[in-house]
């Protein structure tokens, strides 16, 4: 039995606080003194076994105990996956293996979503535009020039006027603002360029994130120039996967009506846009007068934020 092993059987086996003066952990722990992996496993045990005792075994209803065993899976997925599998034996072992056997089911198909996951939300958009003049910016980097400037802080006057040609620029703010709200997301900017590793990172993306979010414009319903619509693509994967729909969310530039309007769209892609006309979307307005600038990084950091935390909260509670 390996010393992963040994020390799960423990700490599910006796109080935290009382480790230290089991028998078999003194042992442990001096076969292994100095041992840096030893003492950063056991550290990390530690943390979980205090969670559960704080947090799961306290808990009056069996949900509420399966809901924080999850929350540490979370946790532990982001912070350590190699510690992973042995969190799962030591809920197991401590608590979870009396419950009722859906309730185990549903921690385990969770447990298993959480292994996979890489990114809590996969960012859609596309850097095309309808400019007409090559190395002219493109518009939705001028319609919302004052609010990319106030919020991203790596871009200047002077970059914007060099970066505002080939970047999408508002999908950068959005993904941003989310990095500041905590979240963790895919935000891949080389997605039209024809390099080879293109496609193996957005799929490896599209089958590894929580929310997918697609920041919705006319121009990415255009036929693009002999290249593929990833903006599409994109939306087809997870709506062929048999992707939640509540953890799909559409943001709008502009208003709803300009892509309602779209008869283009309604005709070439029927699904995709029926999808977004039929999501109560977040609409990014154009900011034009004081207080707008505010107005979107306060939708984006408030609402935006939330919804894509209670997708992944409603992950985590049973509903039978």
């Known amino acids: 039995m390996s010393y992963k092993d040994k020390l799960v059987d423990i700490y599910a086996s006796h109080p935290w606080k009382k480790v230290g003066q089991v028998s078999a952990y003194t042992i442990l722990a001096k076969q292994f003194d100095g041992n840096g992996a030893f003492h950063h496993f056991r550290d990390v045990i530690e943390r979980c076994k205090i969670w559960i005792e704080e947090n799961v075994l306290t808990q009056t209803s069996e949900k509420n105990q399966v809901y924080q065993a999850l929350k540490l899976i979370r946790w532990v997925s982001e912070r350590d996956p190699d510690v992973l599998k042995n969190c799962i034996k030591l809920l197991e072992e401590t608590c979870l293996n009396g419950l009722p056997s859906e309730l185990q089911i549903f921690f385990k198909s969770r447990c298993s979503l959480f292994e996979k996951i890489d990114h809590d939300y996969f960012l859609s958009f596309t850097q095309r535009s309808r400019s007409k003049t090559k190395g002219q910016p493109n518009r939705v980097n001028m319609r919302y020039k004052t609010f990319i400037l106030s919020t991203l802080i790596t871009i200047d006057f002077e970059n914007f006027k060099l970066y505002s040609v080939t970047r999408n620029l508002l999908a950068e703010t959005i993904h941003y603002l989310l990095r500041e709200e905590g979240l963790k997301g895919f935000y ?82 029927p699904v995709w846009h029926k999808a977004i006309m039929g999501q109560d979307a977040v609409i990014l307005e154009y900011p034009e007068k004081e207080g707008d600038v505010e107005n979107i990084q306060a939708l984006i950091e408030t609402h935006l934020s939330s919804l894509i935390r209670k997708c992944i909260d409603g992950l985590m509670m049973y509903a039978p």
């Open 188 to 269: 891949f900017p080389d997605r039209e360029s024809d390099t080879e590793d293109v496609d193996p990172k957005l799929d490896d993306a599209l089958n590894s994130h929580l929310v997918f979010i697609q920041l919705v414009q006319n121009v990415m319903f255009d036929e693009p120039d002999k290249k593929k619509n990833y903006c599409y693509l994109e939306y087809h994967h997870v709506e062929s996967s048999g992707f939640d729909k509540s953890r799909i969310k559409f943001v709008i530039e502009g208003s709803r009506e300009k892509v309602a309007a779209n008869d283009k769209a309604t005709l070439d892609f």
